[in-house]
């Protein structure tokens, strides 16, 4: 999900949360109860309108979950116009696209991930290989594309025109003098230049209240060649618990991999926070654990995004974000967009 910051002039004010930390006016708190959906249901990232619809056809036609999120992300991950994700990603700094991607069973209560995956355009499909023809669960780099051509992958060119014009930009733009981080770093490394994130996450639950999900991303652009996120690092990017629920996330990798951030939301939920209130707690401690000055904008607050996706086994669903941001949901008829629960109210400065 390309992670442009939304205004917003309305807030969900409620004081379920409950946390002094974050006690300016206007900020958010956990909203409304978790909305009860039927089963099943499918939710992704904002960028999944398309692969939530296809989800939910694989389930209504009683498809596994597993099948029904890998499917939807696929055509995420082969569309060339989606910068963040699969053929057409963005590239890291040597203009190579590196494609991280992870997959949780429920059902099964296993996964399987790919990270610095070059030339396949669906790592979500390698990840779930991983998970059913080997004994490991993360294949990284030479190895993951060894692995990866040896199940009949073919290898492809993962970078477009589109691609390829944006990371010669942002090299033209390169001095002698950039270093990847200094102490008087603002904003990101290479100073005022600009990295994208982008990531599509996306969470099934059956009828039978049996869950899985995915996360695939080509992670954030012009990275140091074997940089690898938090997508697919279970219990970070994605994390299913048959018991209780799934979650799952996009945007800064680096901030939500400090936090543990999938595998704390369903720990959340499993003490009975709905999933809303357990993405918000997750990103208070986002907050907190975010202390480096080049990541804070003048207001002391992140100047990242990062969001969080959660599900129960019942089907109730929430997400919230640092700053607005929105979602996808589909419980049977055509996805939605709605809106991420705002921890803080406005674009950060
Ligand atoms: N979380 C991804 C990463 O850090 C990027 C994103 O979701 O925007 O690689």
Redesign the pocket.
Known sequence: ?N?KIQRRDFIKITSAAGVALLANEGDARASEPAAPSPLPVVISSANGMKATAKAMEILKAGGKPLDAVIAGVNIVEEDPSDT?VGYGGLPNEEGEVEL?ASVMDGLTCRCGAVGALKSIKTPSKVARLVMERTDHIFLVGEGALRFALLTGFKKEDLLTDESRKKWLEWKSKLSATDNWLSEESEGTAFGEVIKH???INCLAVDPNGNIAGTTT?S??SWKIPGRV???PIIGA?LYVDNEIGAAG??????A?IKVCGAHTVVELMRQGKTPEQACIETLERVVKTTKEKRLLGADGRPNFNLNFYAVTKKGEYGGAALYPSRFCVNTGAESKLVDSAPLFNRPPR
Do not use: K
């Open positions: 999900m992670s963040s991280d994130y982008g990531t991303t992670g954030l996120g938090d997508s990017g996330s996009t945007g800064r990798g680096e939500n």
